[in-house]
């Protein structure tokens, strides 16, 4: 899957996009990425932690962006439209 046209914030694994977070590596496939309206979900990371792969710092800072950008900009996440994500 590709990264949703609108990057807000990019780490060394994560973006914050107007999809919601999205893992870099596209050889995921997407299976990682967290929709906006999961953001304020329990746990998020805990089904990632068992990975060698998975980055917590990077991923927790992607969580705090995305979080404070749907208080301050909730506007700024938009449904994908066509195949992006």
Known sequence: ???HRDIFWLGQQWAVTGFG???????????F????????????ASSMQQFDWFDADDFTEA??????????Q?????PASGGER
Do not use: H
């Open 63 to 72: 969580l705090a962006v995305a979080r404070r950008r749907s208080r301050e």
């Open 21 to 31: 977070i999205q893992a870099i590596n596209k050889k995921l496939d997407g299976q």
């Open 33 to 44: 990425d967290i929709e906006t309206s999961r953001l304020w979900d329990e746990d998020l």
């Open 1 to 3: 899957m590709t990264l």
């Open 74 to 78: 909730p506007v700024t996440f938009r």
